[in-house]
């Protein structure tokens, strides 16, 4: 049987006090002292420890039409048979309540304490799930952010097609999902990730493989502007790559991971004109087989968009093994941590650091990417990419609640995914910061090898299905501002 405790202990020490006082007024405050500490030591136990502890006889769940009710249970900070403390309990079910909602599949998690006989409990645990099955059609841009296609609003740079996603699986939190996109770049695609293949359920699967193939690519980036060369008549890139990962979960928050992967590039001879150094050699096929392990340590309380915990993420990866042809031999090692910290009721901080640093200094183009890919970019250079190999970025937000989280419930909708909406608004103050090493293709690449910096505001829109909607105004280092927009959170 389980049991958490929690201790608290309270100490007061008065210091002699200045003789320049009377002796009334000393007893007078003396006895004022005492007197409130009574009075709130009666309100607040000084020990939890002290508070009768409940037995849960049951927990009774209900709303999980597909959900195994083992994928729940899995999140609980507590089980039936346990013996604690209303005080233990109540964060125990705060946190369970965080856990359910991190993994995915429910809109909405409400738990409900019910008296059974003296000092036992059944807890009733209430859960809303989502829509699982998305057949949806793509109409995807296909430059790194939205503000470059917007840029040139060039309607040839879009991704469309059918993305097949049936989450929670079976009912286990699996995800089994096709792609078929044609367009800018075409891509066809199988995924699919198990969070348990063990009686634990603590050992988790994740494989896929997939083609992409591009009549347009960029082959290099002077002046850390990304240009383009583009045949309609032939796909001058071609890609097929794959991996499998294996997960270990260890307790609630921890994950370990191995991943195995495989990458084969053809180009064609034309980008090798263009940029000699695109591929480690004059070879028009570049391979590898990589591996990597990953260690992740997540105690942010809402993933999608976190208000208090931190998080700590590291990798380290091998990139070729010497067993294909046309390998690159590189080690790289990325490190990062994010944390989150409430100061009032409204205002919120948050900070971050993260940097990667590669074994050698000589790798290809194809390989040097760095800030202004992904999530890894310095806000303000939205239009930029500093390439380089190893780089540390930076990020700091100021957050202030304009509304908290309301629910407000669609009246031409019915179902129960779709038709309670939260929605929540959040102004910001940010600066980040980032700098990249180049000791190859600095000589056109002027913003590595020293620091950069934007700052700026924005307003977030959050809300269901993790949909998170930034609008952000930033200025840079080089004197450049503007109004940007980007779909998920900065950190």
């Known amino acids: 049987m389980k049991t958490l405790q929690v201790i608290s202990a309270a100490s007061l020490s008065l210091k002699k006090t200045s003789t320049h006082f009377p002796k009334k007024i000393i007893v007078f405050l003396l006895v004022l002292i005492s007197s409130l500490g009574n009075h709130l030591l009666a309100e607040v136990p000084s020990d939890s420890t002290l508070l009768p502890p409940q037995i849960i006889d049951r927990i009774i769940i209900t709303g999980n039409n597909k959900t195994k009710p083992r994928i729940i249970l899995r999140e609980l900070l507590f089980h039936e048979g346990d013996s604690l403390n209303s005080f233990v309990l109540n964060s125990a079910i705060a946190t369970s309540k965080e856990n359910l909602l991190n993994i995915g599949l429910f809109n909405f998690v409400d738990f409900h304490i019910y008296q059974a ?41 879009v991704n469309y097609g059918i993305r097949v996603s049936q989450e929670n699986f079976r009912g286990r939190d ?32 994740t494989m896929a493989v997939y083609g992409i193939r591009n009549h347009e690519i960029a082959y290099d980036s002077p002046n850390n502007k990304l240009v383009f060369y583009k045949n309609p008549d032939e796909f001058v890139r071609n890609d097929l790559q794959g991996y499998v990962r294996i997960t270990k979960r260890k307790g609630i928050n921890s994950y370990f991971n191995t991943t195995l992967d495989f990458r084969t590039t053809r180009i064609a001879d034309t980008i090798r004109f263009l940029n000699p150094d695109y591929f480690i050699s004059s070879n028009p096929i570049q391979n590898h087989i990589g591996i990597s392990w990953g260690y992740i340590f997540d105690m942010r309380d809402y993933r999608s968009y976190a208000m208090n915990g931190y998080f700590l993420e590291m990798e380290a990866t091998k990139l070729g093994i010497g067993l294909l042809h046309n390998e690159p031999n590189l080690i790289e090692v990325t490190a990062g941590i994010r944390k989150f910290q409430p100061l009032s009721k409204r205002f919120n901080i948050q900070a971050s650091i993260k940097g990667r640093v590669v074994q050698k200094e000589d790798a290809p183009y194809f390989n040097q990417r760095a800030l202004g890919y992904s999530a890894d970019y310095i806000r303000g250079y939205d239009y930029y990419v500093i390439n380089g190999q190893n780089f540390l970025l930076t990020r700091s937000n100021l957050r202030y609640t304009l509304m908290q989280t309301h629910v407000y419930e669609l009246p031409v909708i019915n179902s129960n995914k779709f038709k309670k909406v939260p929605l929540a608004l ?3 103050g940010f600066y980040d910061s980032g700098y990249v090493t180049d000791n190859r293709f600095a000589y056109k690449n002027p913003l ?14 959050v809300t269901y299905y993790d949909l998170v909607f930034r609008f952000e105004f930033a200025r840079n280092r080089v004197n450049e501002n503007g109004l940007f927009f980007h779909i998920g959170s900065a950190f």
């Open 448 to 461: 590595a090898n020293s620091w950069q910096y934007g700052y700026g505001i924005g307003f977030d829109i």
């Open 117 to 157: 006989l003296q000092g036992h409990i059944d807890i009733h645990l209430e859960v809303t799930e989502r829509w699982y099955l998305f057949p949806f059609p793509v109409f995807d841009i296909a430059d790194r952010n939205f503000n470059e296609w917007w840029s040139k609003r060039d309607f040839n740079r």
């Open 426 to 428: 959040y102004l910001n």
């Open 174 to 205: 699996e995800i089994l999902q096709f792609q078929f996109i044609f367009g800018y770049s075409q891509r066809l695609g199988i995924y699919y990730t198990i969070p348990y293949i063990n009686r634990k359920q603590n050992i988790g699967l």
